[in-house]
Structure formats: structure tokens, C-alpha cells
């Protein structure tokens, strides 16, 4: 069964504190691993898509890697604007790409 | 970049009333549209995807006959609600993409949420 797991649910961090978040997937031909950002009460912001296993990608604080089955968004020295859910997701090789999400996590950063 | 807009924003009706809820590709044409439903602190749990001119295809558990998709255009596509219950009151999004192929990235509206008394 496809599936995309992430951890941990909610993960609280000082101002600069940096960490990383985890996404594990099991997807059958997956053609991208995908990160967004999600503020309360609107839809999901695009971050980057990852392709294939050693491939990285950053946008000012944030990097996100992937391995055969896992990735990671890691977020270097954060500032509360960062504060968000931070969603994952899997895109299945079927016809329609669907994209099979995992439940995110919920990210405060404090002053 | 590629906007995906949504209306309405916000919706409250009243059970058995049917809602009607639109989402519009702004500077792209969207051959796939897909349609989400997230309840609070869950994810996305997508409903359908639709392609332009032809029926939605629902995942499994999501009955066709009162949720109902038209992908009437490359620009638009709507999700209406039929004989709405509180059980349906969710945040609804709709994420369209401008091509089927193997790399194209899917591009989110803002959400509408809806609340069924």
C-alpha cells in the first residue's frame, strides 16, 4: 500500500534553533517526493519536488534531500515566519499522478 | 507563477442544500484538476481527479452521485456538494496541473471551507 509518513506531529524550535523533518515513503514508482507548506486556513504552498535518491534542493532557510526511502527538510536557523505545517507527498506512477500525503508537521518557532 | 483560485472562500448552508463550489486556473490551462478534502489536523485526502471534457475518476469511498465534478473547461473546473449533511463540513481544495505528463507539478488553491448546520 502507498504510503508517506512524517515525523515528528509537531515539533517546537527557538529562533536559529536548527532541525529537520522527516518524510518516509513507501509509493510504488514514485515519480517525485514533494514538500509544501501549509499556513492555517489555506491551501498548500509549493516548496520543491525531489526526483531521484542524492538529489537536494534549498530556498533560503530550507534544504530538502532524498534517499531511496526517506527525505528530509531541513531548516537552518528559523524564524518565527517559518512557523507552518509542513507537508509531504509521494506522486504514484498511475495515469493521473496522483500525490498520496502524509500528515504533516506542525512547526512553531518562537522569538 | 501559477494561480489556482478558489470561491467561494468560506460557505455555510443549511442541511440538504446543495453548494456549489468553483476553482479556476488564472495564467495556466489545467488539462488535470484534483479535488481534496482535509478535515482538522489531518491531511489531504484527495476525492477525485478530473481531466477536461471527460468524467472525474473518484478514489474509493467517495460517492460520485453527491459529490459531483464538471471539468468544463481548461480554466475551471467545480465541485458541487449535493444534499449537504454536517458530516460534510470540511476544508475543500482543489490543486490543478497543466499537463498529465510524467513532471508536471501540481499547483494548489487556497481552500473553501465549508460548514453544513
Known amino acids: 500500500e502507498d504510503q508517506v509518513t512524517q515525523s515528528p506531529e509537531a515539533l517546537r524550535l527557538q529562533e536559529g534553533e536548527s532541525s529537520s523533518l522527516n518524510c518516509s515513503y513507501t509509493?510504488?514508482?514514485?515519480?517525485?517526493l514533494f514538500w509544501y507548506r501549509q499556513d492555517p486556513g489555506k491551501g498548500p504552498e509549493f516548496l520543491f519536488t525531489?526526483?531521484?535518491a542524492g538529489e537536494e534542493k534549498e530556498k533560503e532557510r530550507l534544504k530538502a534531500t532524498l534517499t531511496k526511502k526517506e527525505s528530509f527538510l531541513h531548516i537552518t536557523a528559523p524564524k518565527p515566519e517559518d512557523s507552518a505545517t509542513y507537508l509531504c507527498a509521494g506522486r504514484m506512477n498511475t495515469g493521473f499522478q496522483k500525490l498520496v500525503f502524509g500528515t504533516g508537521t506542525r512547526l512553531l518557532v518562537s522569538p | 507563477g501559477a494561480v489556482v483560485s478558489q470561491h467561494p472562500s468560506r460557505v455555510i448552508c443549511k442541511s440538504g442544500t446543495s453548494v456549489k463550489i468553483e476553482c479556476r486556473s488564472l495564467d495556466f490551462q489545467a488539462t488535470t484538476m484534483f479535488w481534496y478534502r482535509q478535515f482538522p489536523k489531518q491531511s489531504l485526502m484527495l476525492m477525485a481527479t478530473?481531466?477536461?471534457?471527460?468524467?472525474?475518476?473518484?478514489e474509493q469511498g467517495v460517492e460520485k452521485d453527491k459529490f459531483l465534478i464538471n471539468h468544463a473547461s481548461l480554466t475551471l473546473s467545480t465541485l458541487t456538494v449535493t444534499s449537504a449533511h454536517p458530516e460534510d463540513s470540511s476544508f475543500y481544495i482543489c490543486s490543478a496541473s497543466e499537463t498529465s505528463g510524467a513532471y508536471n507539478e501540481q499547483f494548489f488553491g487556497p481552500g473553501t471551507r465549508l460548514t453544513v448546520l
Open positions: 478530473s481531466n477536461e471534457g471527460s468524467k472525474a475518476t473518484y
Open positions: 509509493v510504488s514508482g514514485l515519480r517525485g
Open positions: 525531489l526526483y531521484s
